[in-house]
Structures are given as structure tokens and as C-alpha cells.
């Protein structure tokens, strides 16, 4: 079909959906829409008013279309930008890529408005909780991506990292803040007019930015770019905690469209400098740095005396951090690249190759089969934010009204996109509602700890943490899931809920049950350390399910088996554990994602 049809098209189709929804609103929807309208209205005139451009050029300027409800200042709208500036900052620290990116579009508009080019500064600690080697890998390979697609459009990017005194790094380990991470921004900021970052949500990824709103002096603006209906608008509005899928549901679904239809898409700004512009905006950012950090610049690594080493690899990357920097060897925790290779570039072609309707004719029916894997195997991309949740639910949306008529691909997008948007942005939700408490066995719902309490004399606890790392139970079909999880960086989704639920069986106290799957996830898992993990293995507590009828061991929490398993995927159970447990390469969806990439299509 050509493009101008299947826009028109897809124009028709949205217009439809849109008019089947209103038919289908009671009138309490119906108002609440229009108040939810009225107050976007109302917060998109006043970010408008913080983002005016008083006495500059507009003339040439593209704007950029970007929600208002994602753009909030961080440090009050009466801070001024600093005129004598020589660059506008993007921190880049949670939305590691360089296309479909809100935050650096508007950071690439507010350079070109104010005649100065961007700089892009990414702050790497070292220490990270719980993060190895193998997670360092697959970022550090999505920041060279990001290099690469900056570079292409005239932009400086640095990593930096701090050489940490001894007594800050006791002073963090106590506060858990990495406080280099502020630090090395704020160095940055001192030749800056203003600056632009992405959002987090984690605690510690709040902590980073709210110091760094506190310590500077020039505007600090968060653009919200890794989710599909922004948190921080609706916080005051819907203040509590939504106990389920189906709450959330009712809001964030109608929410989303909003996101996906109204929006345009995110067309990149062409900078308006030129390459001698951006390198002495590269050098006046330099300038800021002293020998307390250590940089990578535009893929080099430099010390604050010599910018000019060679072009280096991860591997080189990963080398250096480790002799100077304090990145801990892992050799028991292998690298992944064989399975999942990080970098927006991967990402992109695991979205195309994923957007097939052979599988997406089977994804809704069959994506718990665990020998197929007929998943995106997008979550350790969104992780990093080396794809846009936005662009993907975007995406997927379009390529269901392409196939109107095919029921089966409209199921399997419908389910898709509950995963991507309602269970994932749920996890959201959770962490930032619970911000002091959500990393604790205490976040979870009372009922959940009370039965699992009630029936702990029927737990024994079976094995050791050392134990089940090496999947080494009498469960087979727990160890294939532990051995795909520790050989390749991520398990299948279906699995992974046996796998959490068995350890809540196999530990008479279920905090310590709790604390073993934490530390077993966010160890090798490469989604690890995100909202969905403490959501993830929250759930197979109880949090966001129902109570079931009681029995032995589990209580009122859901229960799995093996046989319940085999009953459901009957051969296919048996094909896994061969697969994993054997740890042959053969059979299965990991395989064929090799051969995916061999499509390269286009994006
Ligand atoms: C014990 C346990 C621990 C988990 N830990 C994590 C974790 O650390 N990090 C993480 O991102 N997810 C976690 N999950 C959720 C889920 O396992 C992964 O998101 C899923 O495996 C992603 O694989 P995919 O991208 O191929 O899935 P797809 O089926 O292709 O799903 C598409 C996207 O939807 C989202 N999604 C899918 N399933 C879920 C879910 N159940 N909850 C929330 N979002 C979901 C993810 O962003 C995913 O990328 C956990 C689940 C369990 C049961």
C-alpha cells in the first residue's frame, strides 16, 4: 500500500476507534474525559509559558511535538537560564538512545533557539547495585550506538565517570546515592544555559536528579520519554496505588491512545550549528571536568590532560573501567551477547523482526509456550531505554489497523500492548507510590505476608542461594529456567513465574524467599533492576493478583506446579528442559532471532 493510502488509512481507522469509543463512554467517562482534557489544556499552557524563548530567533526553528504532560521543570520556574552559556545540556542517563528520544529533541530545539549547540553527557557509575559485568556490557554497547547517532547530527557526547576517595565511597554505600552522578553533571553545567534530562523512577534515580535540581542554578527540565502515559501529570490526581491490573486499566488505556494517536511523531530537529561549533562547545565542556572524573568523548577515552586516544570498543571500555574505575570482574556471570546484543540498533530489529504477522498471528494464543519464545524480547532495551515504549506501542497499534480483518493479529497486539503499557507502567506506578518502601518485603499487601506467614511450618527451606544460582534443584524445570535465565540474560516470561513461585515454596521464611529471588532476578537477569522487578517477583507473593481459595504451603497465593505446566504446553515443557538443561542450541525462538537479524529491514 502506499504511504499516502496507508495513512489514510490508518486516519480512518484511528477516527472509527475513536468514535466506537465514545459511543461505547458512560456518561461519568464521558465527563471525566473532558476534565482530563480540560486540565491537559491547562498544564500545556503552562509549560508552554516555562518553555517560551523570550528574545531569540524563532525563525528557522522546528518545533518539536512532545506531550506537555511529559515536560516539568525540576527546580522551579523562576530559575533563570545562564545567557553567558556556552552549550545546553542533555544529562542522558535512563533514555540511552539516539532516535525516538523526547528529552534530546527538546534539548536539540532548546540549543537551536538559543544559537548554541547541544552537548550530551552520560554519568557512569561504577557501583551500581547489583549490576555486573554482563549489564555493564550491554549498555556500554547501547552508549556507543548512542555516540554513533549523535554524532551523525553534530552533537559532543561524553561518559563520564568519577575516581571515587575512599571516604565517599563509604559515604555513598550509607546513602545508596552514587553522589558522582550529580557531581559530574554539575561540573558540566557551569558553561551550560540550561539543562535537559529524561526521567527515572527508581529511588535512587529520583535522588540523582532531585540533588541536581537543589545544586544548580540554572533551569533543570525533566522530559518523561520511557513511558506511554506520563506518571508525574497525573500524580496529584490519582494519588493512590492502583491494587490491580484492571484499576489501572480503566485509566491508563483511554490514557494511551491519547499518547499514540494525538500525538505526532517525533521527527528529529536538525541542529542548526556547525562541526566547529559543536567541538568548541565539546572543549568549553571539557573545560568544566577536572581530574576527579574520567571520560570517554565521542567514544575516546581521555583524561583531563589528553583527549585524543584512539577509538575504542566495549570490550576496551569495559577494560578500563575495570583496571581504573572499580568495576568488579564477574567471570561467573558470563556475558550474553550470543543471545541479546544491547544497542538501540538491536533493539530496532528485534521491534521489526517482531512485527511479522507469522508471529504476531501467535503471540496472543501461544506466548506462554515457553519452547516457542514468541516474544519481543524487547524488556532489557526498555530497560536501558534503548527503544521508546512510546515509538513501540506506536508502532504495534499501526500494524494492527493494517490487518484489520485478521482477528488473530488484533488479539495478539491488544495483548502485547497490555503487557507493554498496563503491567509494565503498572511497576511504574508502584515505585513511585511507594518510593520509600518498594524495595522491601513490607511493600507487599498485608494479606500476602499474613498467609504466606500463617503457613511457613509446611515450607522448609531447601536450598542454598549458591544452589539454585547454579540451578542445581531436583526441579528440572526449574534449573532449565534458572540455566536460560543465567546463560542468557533473560528467561521466558512463563518461567519465570514457575521459577519465582517454586522459591516462595522452598524457603520456610518467605522474607528471605523474597530477598534470594530479588537478588537472583536482578543478578542476571539483563531487565533486572527496573520497577518490573520488584513488581516481577512482587507478584509471585500475591502483589497485583487475587487471593485464592487456601491450601498447604502457599496459603492464599497462587499456586504452580510442573504437572499444571505439562497439562497446559504438554511436549513442549519437556522440550525446554532438554533445551536449557542440556544447554543445546537447537529448537526454540533464540535461535531464529540470530537469523532475524539477517532481514535487516528497514526503520
Ligand atoms: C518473577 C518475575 C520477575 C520479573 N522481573 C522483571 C524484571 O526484572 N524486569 C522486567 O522488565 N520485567 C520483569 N518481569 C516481567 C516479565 O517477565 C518481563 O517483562 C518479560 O519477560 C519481558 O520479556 P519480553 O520483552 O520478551 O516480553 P513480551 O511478551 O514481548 O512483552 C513486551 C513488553 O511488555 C512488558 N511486560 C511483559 N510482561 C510483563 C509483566 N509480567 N510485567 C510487566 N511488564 C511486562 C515488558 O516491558 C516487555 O518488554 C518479571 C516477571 C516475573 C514473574
Not at 189 to 214: M, P, Q
Not at 311 to 340: M, R, W
Request: glycine share 4%; charged share 35%; proline share 3%.
Amino acid at each position: 500500500m502506499k504511504k499516502e493510502k496507508r495513512e489514510e488509512f490508518c486516519f480512518r481507522e484511528r477516527e472509527r476507534e475513536r468514535e466506537r469509543m465514545s459511543q461505547e463512554l458512560t456518561p461519568e467517562q464521558k465527563a471525566r474525559i473532558e476534565r482530563n482534557k480540560r486540565e491537559a489544556l491547562e498544564r500545556r499552557r503552562k509549560s508552554a509559558l516555562s518553555l517560551s524563548l523570550a528574545d531569540v530567533d524563532n525563525s528557522r526553528i522546528r518545533r518539536v511535538h512532545v506531550h506537555s504532560d511529559r515536560i516539568r521543570r525540576l527546580n522551579g520556574d523562576d530559575v533563570e537560564c545562564n545567557e553567558g552559556g556556552r552549550y545546553v545540556l542533555y544529562w542522558m542517563q535512563s533514555s540511552q538512545r539516539s532516535r525516538y528520544n523526547e528529552a534530546l529533541e527538546v534539548a536539540m530545539e532548546r540549543a537551536n533557539a538559543r544559537k548554541k549547540p547541544l552537548v550530551v553527557a552520560f554519568a557512569l557509575t561504577c557501583d551500581y547495585k547489583d549490576a555486573n559485568e554482563r549489564h555493564y556490557n550491554f549498555m556500554v554497547k547501547g552508549l556507543l550506538d548512542v555516540k554513533e547517532g549523535l554524532s551523525r547530527r553534530k552533537v559532543p557526547f561524553f561518559l563520564v565517570t568519577k575516581k571515587k576517595r575512599e571516604e565517599e565511597k563509604e559515604r555513598e554505600v550509607q546513602t545508596e546515592i552514587g553522589a558522582g552522578i550529580p557531581e559530574a553533571i554539575l561540573s558540566l553545567s557551569k558553561n551550560a544555559i540550561e539543562i535537559i534530562t529524561d526521567c527515572g523512577y527508581l529511588r535512587v534515580l529520583r535522588i540523582w536528579r532531585e540533588t541536581l535540581a537543589r545544586k544548580v542554578s540554572i533551569p533543570i527540565t525533566e522530559v518523561e520519554t520511557d513511558v506511554v502515559v506520563p506518571v508525574f501529570a497525573h500524580l496529584s490526581s490519582r494519588p493512590k496505588l492502583d491494587v490491580s491490573a484492571a484499576s489501572f486499566r480503566s485509566f491508563a488505556l483511554p490514557k494511551s491512545f491519547e499518547h499514540t494517536e494525538n500525538v505526532p511523531d517525533l521527527e528529529e530537529i536538525i541542529a542548526l550549528w556547525n562541526k566547529e561549533d559543536a567541538e568548541n562547545a565539546r572543549v568549553s565542556a571539557f573545560e568544566t571536568l577536572n581530574d576527579r572524573f574520567a571520560f570517554v568523548i565521542d567514544g575516546k577515552i581521555a583524561s583531563s590532560s589528553s583527549s585524543t586516544a584512539s577509538e575504542q570498543t566495549a570490550e576496551d571500555i569495559l577494560s578500563v573501567l575495570k583496571a581504573k574505575f572499580g568495576l568488579k570482574e564477574t567471570p561467573n556471570i558470563p556475558k550474553c551477547d550470543k543471545y541479546h546484543v544491547g544497542g538501540e540498533i538491536e533493539a530496532m530489529h528485534k521491534l521489526e523482526a517482531f512485527l511479522d504477522p507469522v508471529i504476531l498471528r501467535k503471540y496472543g494464543e501461544l506466548r506462554n509456550d515457553c519452547s516457542l519464545g514468541l516474544q519481543s524480547h524487547l524488556a532489557p532495551y526498555i530497560h536501558y531505554g534503548q527503544i521508546s515504549v512510546l515509538h513501540v506501542a506506536k508502532r504495534a497499534r499501526r500494524f494492527a489497523a493494517l490487518h484489520k480483518s485478521d482477528e488473530k493479529i488484533q488479539r495478539s497486539v491488544e495483548v502485547f500492548l497490555d503487557e507493554l503499557i498496563i503491567r509494565r507502567e503498572l511497576g511504574i506506578q508502584f515505585v513511585v507510590k511507594k518510593r520509600d518502601t518498594y524495595d522491601t518485603f513490607d511493600a507487599l499487601p498485608i494479606w500476602c505476608i499474613n498467609t504466606l506467614e500463617k503457613h511457613r511450618d509446611e515450607r522448609e527451606t531447601r536450598y542454598t542461594y549458591e544452589e539454585l544460582e547454579k540451578g542445581q534443584t531436583d526441579d528440572p524445570l526449574w534449573n532449565a529456567a534458572q540455566n536460560e535465565l543465567r546463560l542468557s540474560g533473560k528467561t521466558h516470561n512463563y518461567t519465570r513465574m514457575y521459577w519465582g513461585k517454586k522459591v516462595v515454596e522452598w524457603f520456610r521464611d518467605s522474607r528471605e524467599a523474597w530477598t534470594v529471588l530479588m537478588r537472583l532476578n536482578d543478578t542476571y537477569s539483563l531487565d533486572g533492576r527496573d520497577p518490573n522487578s520488584f513488581t516481577g517477583v512482587g507478584w509471585v507473593f500475591g502483589l497485583n493478583d487475587r487471593s485464592f481459595p487456601e491450601a498447604p504451603v502457599m496459603g492464599e497465593v497462587r499456586r504452580m506446579s510442573m504437572s499444571g505446566c505439562k497439562k497446559k504446553f504438554g511436549k513442549a515443557i519437556d522440550a525446554y528442559i532438554e533445551r536449557w538443561n542440556g544447554q543445546r542450541e537447537k529448537g526454540g525462538r533464540q535461535v531464529s532471532i540470530a537469523n532475524m537479524f539477517k532481514k535487516q529491514k528497514r526503520y
